[in-house]
């Protein structure tokens, strides 16, 4: 059985390990695993999500029992935040997958401790149909977050002003799994999971810059607006600077991307969208 590690401080380790398991081992058995055991139930293959050594250096080559395939899912790190976690014993690798480009120092170290090193893309699992909502929701500005209400503040008023910077009214709808106190009532509420299936009829994404959501949203990066947060490990700021270096200038105020539609707030939407998404 595949027993996947993913300890962390949200919903983006399960995503992305889920994606693994489909990518690579699709319709195979697997547990995922938030929190290490004191026995590994019987794993052919341990995945171990984000951190070599865990999120806390709980994870040694003492911790992973013998004849047991081990493989790591590298994204970027602050390494230097992380790197004083790494035991003078550090877990061996048969294979790491880097999902995403990370830095020297901590690519020389996976180098290290991995017999193989090699990039891997990460598709998700099907979703199901969000066409229906999806068409209604065409052209309105996503503002995509899971985090803490606190952040998904910072994240409307961005939106708000990114809109006004544009020339823009769009009508305004924040994807997350509950509304924050204080949400202003302009802003609609929808809970879906995943997301992603909204991104092709939206006229912006606006999120942080998590992997998942960099990743997801990369075949609409022309239309995704960024607002990094800090993280203990997790470097967003250099993610959202990657994604900003490789977007297409923008429209000057006044004018759209093509095949999209400027949204006043008098659009048929936001008047469905006063009575509830349903």
């Known amino acids: 059985m595949i027993v996947c ?58 911790t992973v029992p013998p004849g047991v395939r081990v493989v790591h899912l590298a994204r970027l790190l602050r390494w230097d935040a992380y790197r004083p976690l790494i035991p003078d014993d550090p877990v061996r690798f048969d294979r790491t997958y880097l999902v995403e480009e990370i830095t020297g120092p901590h690519l020389a170290f996976l180098g290290s401790v991995s017999r193989a090193v090699t990039p891997l893309t990460l598709a998700d699992p099907p979703a199901p149909s969000a066409t229906p909502v999806s068409d209604r929701l065409r052209g309105a500005w996503l503002i ?14 961005y939106a708000r002003e990114t809109a006004a910077l544009e020339g823009l009214s769009p009508v305004f709808v924040l994807v997350s799994p509950a509304a924050p106190p204080g949400l202003p009532a302009d802003v609609a509420h929808l809970d879906a999971r995943p997301a992603w299936p909204l991104f092709r009829s939206a006229g912006r994404i606006v999120s942080a810059a998590g992997f998942n959501v960099v990743r997801q949203a990369a075949p609409y990066r022309h239309k995704h607006r960024l607002l990094p947060f800090p993280r203990r490990f997790d470097d967003q700021f250099a993610r959202a600077a990657r994604v900003r270096a490789d977007q297409p ?12 539609h400027p949204l006043s707030g008098e659009h048929a939407l936001g008047a469905e969208l006063r009575g509830g998404l349903g």
């Open 5 to 62: 590690y993913a300890r962390g401080g949200g919903l983006g380790h399960l995503t992305r390990v889920r994606a693994y398991l489909h990518t690579v081992h699709p319709g195979e058995p697997a547990e995922i695993l938030t929190a290490w055991p004191e026995r590994l139930p019987g794993a052919s293959e341990l995945v171990v999500d984000a951190f070599p050594a865990g999120l806390d250096g709980e994870l040694s080559r003492r």
């Open 144 to 157: 995509v977050h899971a985090g803490p209400p606190g952040e998904v503040m910072d994240l409307v008023a």
């Open 249 to 260: 200038p923008r429209a000057v105020s006044g004018e759209h991307v093509s095949g999209e």
